[in-house]
């Protein structure tokens, strides 16, 4: 046998380690298409996603997103639109179940309630995925959650009107769906930093839904109890933040200089309003989720290792530079 000497194979063992390392970090995901070793391709992967509605603009960006990677990955979708009932996901979810999909996702419109239809798709075999909201159930019903971290919105939703408030001043507060993951931490965690200022009180909080419609009802009512008292509006989202300036304006008062605004989102129109002077800051929470879901989802169910939470990357937006990154936007 000839001899190699030790130095050289550890250096070569080294080597295609290295290699191999590299080609997996590039390797664009679309290349899954050949089926190896009995393992799942996106071309013969079928993914059942049970989306809330249509509420917010937000929404519909997550909406358009997960299509759209579907369709460059080449997955075959079935969609379902549960127009902001939970009872109609629960139907999805089971139907996704009859057609044995391969993968089910879905982001829960409230947190809780989920726990017998998540335990079907797992007695099934089908892994859930949670994308945008998490839901109230034991770790081992989902496979992972995707999405922002919504307790630390609601801490930099604070901490901005806090210093905008210079420490003190009246506030109300559109809150989002009752009962859903981001209004109840973008709820606690706006509370959280605003304890540490005792000037500072929320002297209304109301749902709103996460609707244009409902941020202006509400709004109405509250500047119809408070009025002037009102220093400034904390909304769980944009769109309501928007539905509340035209009320604020149909009152007669200015939105942004009257009444301070914080939102949460970062949505298109949310720049706008800021170019025009009326909104404050937006608290960015990224819906273009689509292309992680259907990368996480070829690695679920091809028993890949993927964390319990694959948190978003998101920034805060004021209107100094709401001109300039307006055309990037892309929701
Ligand atoms: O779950 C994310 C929230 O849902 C967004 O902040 C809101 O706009 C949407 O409807």
Redesign the pocket.
């Known amino acids: 046998m000839k001899y190699v000497p030790k130095t050289y194979s550890l250096f070569m063992l080294i080597l295609v380690i290295v290699l191999w390392g590299c080609k997996s970090d590039i390797d664009p995901e679309p290349q899954n298409t050949e089926q190896i070793d009995g393992k799942k391709t996106y071309q013969n992967l079928v993914v059942g996603y049970s989306q809330?509605g249509a509420?917010?603009?937000?929404?519909t960006g997550n909406t358009a997103s997960i299509k759209k990677a579907a369709e460059s990955v080449g997955v075959e979708l079935i969609f379902s639109d549960a127009q902001q009932k939970q009872e109609n996901q629960i139907k999805a979810i089971r139907t996704f179940i009859a057609q044995q999909v391969d993968v089910i996702g879905v982001?829960p419109i409230v947190e809780t309630g989920w726990e017998s239809v998540f335990q079907e798709a797992k007695d099934a075999g089908i892994p859930i995925i949670l994308v945008?909201?998490r839901a109230d159930v034991p770790e081992d019903l989902y496979a992972t959650y995707i999405?922002?971290d919504f307790v630390e919105e609601g801490r930099k939703a604070a901490r901005v009107m806090a210093e905008l408030l210079d420490g003190k001043g009246n506030i109300v507060e559109l809150v989002?769906?009752v009962d859903?993951?981001?209004a109840n931490d973008r709820y606690v965690g706006f509370r959280e930093i605003m304890q540490n200022y005792p000037e500072v009180k929320i002297i209304a909080s109301e749902s709103a839904d996460?609707t244009r419609a409902k941020g202006e009802e509400v709004m109405q009512g509250f500047l119809e109890q408070h009025g002037d008292q009102i220093d400034a509006l904390y909304a769980?989202?944009?769109?309501s933040a928007i539905g509340a300036i035209r009320a604020i304006e149909e009152y007669g008062l200015k939105p942004g200089q009257d009444i301070i605004i914080v939102s949460?989102?970062a949505i298109r129109d949310a720049f706008q309003a800021m170019i025009d002077g009326k909104l404050n800051a937006t608290i960015e929470?990224n819906?273009l989720l689509g292309p992680t879901f259907f990368d996480v989802a070829f690695k679920v169910v091809n028993g890949e290792y993927v964390p319990k939470w694959i948190p978003s990357q998101e920034s805060i937006y004021f209107p100094d530079d709401a001109a300039e990154i307006l055309p990037t936007r892309k929701y």
């Open positions: 809330i509420e917010s603009e937000w929404r982001s945008d909201r999405g922002s989002g769906t859903s993951a981001p996460f769980h989202n944009d769109d949460i989102d929470c819906p």
